[in-house]
Structures are given as structure tokens and as C-alpha cells.
């Protein structure tokens, strides 16, 4: 059984940096796409970043430039490293695994809280 493990969310201040890393426990071998959505209050989970197995990247339009997703393919481990953070990217982080057959593999998610 896959487990997705994610740490290192937290509280920052506006302006400050976080590293999220997602880690999978378990072989993965399907997979094409490992990526980072996000849920805040009162909204829909979105997508972040993403990362295909040829390693291109796709970032949701409010996070290109600040967020930088990256993957350690030895490790089973994906990170999202976050930069310029503000009040608006306070919200659950979720990392995902897509696999080329099955459903999606999906961590439990992280708290990120940027607050002055």
C-alpha cells in the first residue's frame, strides 16, 4: 500500500519561505506526474505545481516565479520550495501522485499559515 507522507508546513510571516516534501512509502511504479494542490477555507482544492516524469513543470498562474516544484526520483520524494509566501497562499497543501492506470495517490495534507 502507497502512503504519501507530507511535512514541512507551518506558520510564516508575509514575505517569508517555506520547503514542502512529500515522500512515498511504497513502490510507485505507474506514475506519470507527481504534483502540489491546495485547499483554503471556503474554497476548492487547485493546483499548484506539477512535475511530469520528463521534467516539465506547470505552475498555477498565482505562484509562477514564487514556488518551485522538484523531484528526487531516488528518494520517492517531491518538494515544493515556497518563496515571497502572502496571507493568500494560506491554505491545506495536498501532494498528489498521478498514475498512468488507477487513482490518484494523495497525501493528507500539510497547513500552511502565512500571518504577520
Known amino acids: 500500500q502507497v502512503q504519501l507522507v507530507e511535512s514541512g508546513g507551518g506558520l510564516v510571516q508575509p514575505g517569508g519561505s517555506l520547503r514542502l516534501s512529500c515522500t512515498a512509502s511504497?513502490?510507485?511504479?505507474?506514475?506519470?506526474?507527481w504534483g502540489w494542490y491546495r485547499q483554503a477555507p471556503g474554497k476548492q482544492r487547485e493546483m499548484v505545481a506539477i512535475t511530469l516524469n520528463g521534467g516539465s513543470t506547470n505552475y498555477a498562474d498565482s505562484v509562477k516565479g514564487r514556488f518551485t516544484i522538484s523531484r528526487d526520483n531516488g528518494k520517492n520524494t517531491v518538494y515544493l520550495d515556497m518563496s515571497s509566501l502572502n496571507v493568500e497562499d494560506t491554505a491545506v497543501y495536498y501532494c498528489n501522485v498521478k498514475q498512468t492506470r488507477g487513482p490518484d495517490y494523495w497525501g493528507q495534507g500539510t497547513q500552511v499559515t502565512v500571518s504577520s
Open positions: 511504497g513502490s510507485i511504479f505507474a506514475s506519470y506526474a
